[in-house]
Nanobody, 123 residues
Framework: VQLQASGGGLVQAGGSLRLSCAAS????????MGWFRQAPMKEREFVAAIDWSGIGTYYADSVKGRFTISRDNAKNTMYLQMNSLTSEDTAIYFC?????????????????WGQGTLVTVSS
């Protein structure tokens, strides 16, 4: 599986962005998918994840109520709608695919990673 993240950019605090993660291959619907981010001088952290069906979604406390993860298995694409952005959300955002049924919040359980897209929130 190859993953391509896009949609990052520069946005003012309070604004919104939608990230996309396009996957190659015909097995996209079998994978749990996740978004992770890494800010300068910080470790990578979990942001949000979605199970293969799209029914189960999981969020980091820091983004609950502001971010929404979704997927379209027919288009082999996952999304992250980000609202009410703050400077704390500035980071490179990575999408990842997980063949397992559990551990979607744990980056170590992911099998494939995209190259990342930069989100910069100006205050």
């Amino acid at each position: 599986v190859q993953l391509q993240a896009s949609g990052g950019g520069l946005v003012q605090a309070g604004g919104s962005l939608r990230l996309s993660c396009a996957a190659s291959g015909r097995t996209f619907s079998r994978y749990g998918m996740g978004w992770f981010r890494q800010a300068p001088m910080k470790e990578r952290e979990f942001v949000a994840a979605i199970d293969w069906s799209g029914i189960g979604t999981y969020y980091a406390d820091s983004v609950k109520g502001r971010f929404t993860i979704s997927r379209d298995n027919a288009k082999n694409t996952m999304y992250l709608q980000m609202n009410s952005l703050t400077s704390e959300d500035t980071a490179i955002y990575f999408c990842a695919a997980n063949l397992g049924l559990v551990g979607l919040e744990d980056g170590r359980r992911y099998d494939y990673w995209g190259q990342g897209t930069l989100v910069t929130v100006s205050s």
